[in-house]
């Protein structure tokens, strides 16, 4: 079994910055990925960013690139999402999620990963 727990999560305002983290225990993996997603309510959960677990490939949603950053400290078993220049728009509830199965064609399809974080809301005020 795997346990994922995020933090870091808040209340900032609008062209702050915030990160987040996603601890791993239990059953570790060498592939696949970890994700980033958040949702909102009355909307499906929207991929935000991933990395690959074995190497140094990263993808992110159109609407976050070139203000959010993932990485991923393996000695730690956990990963980042660091977010600057945050918009209103950015307000949900973040999940992390990581699967050993993910490949690059499902890497931004949340139903493809097994094991989730219990979320953590951050809320950026215009």
Same mark, same amino acid.
């Given at each position: 079994?795997?346990?994922?727990?995020?933090?870091? %999560?808040?209340?900032? &305002?609008?062209? =702050?910055?915030? /990160?987040?983290?996603c601890a791993a225990s239990g059953r570790t993996?060498? @592939?696949?990925?970890? %994700?980033?997603?958040? &949702?909102?309510? =009355?909307?499906? /959960?929207?991929?935000?960013?991933?990395?690959?677990?074995?190497?140094? @490939?990263?993808?992110?949603?159109?609407?976050?690139?070139?203000?959010?950053?993932?990485?991923?400290?393996?000695?730690?078993?956990?990963?980042?999402?660091?977010?600057?220049?945050?918009?209103?728009?950015?307000?949900?509830?973040?999940?992390?999620?990581?699967?050993?199965?993910?490949?690059?064609?499902?890497?931004?399809?949340?139903?493809?990963?097994?094991?989730?974080?219990?979320?953590t809301q951050v809320t950026v005020s215009s």
């Amino acid at each position: 079994q795997v346990q994922l727990v995020e933090s870091g %999560g808040g209340l900032v &305002q609008a062209g =702050g910055s915030l /990160r987040l983290s996603c601890a791993a225990s239990g059953r570790t993996f060498s @592939t696949g990925a970890m %994700g980033w997603f958040r &949702q909102t309510p =009355g909307k499906e /959960r929207e991929f935000v960013a991933a990395i690959s677990w074995s190497g140094p @490939t990263t993808w992110y949603a159109d609407s976050v690139k070139g203000r959010f950053t993932i990485s991923r400290d393996n000695a730690k078993n956990t990963v980042y999402l660091q977010m600057n220049s945050l918009k209103p728009e950015d307000t949900a509830i973040y999940y992390c999620a990581i699967d050993p199965t993910i490949t690059t064609v499902t890497i931004r399809i949340h139903a493809r990963y097994r094991y989730w974080g219990q979320g953590t809301q951050v809320t950026v005020s215009s």
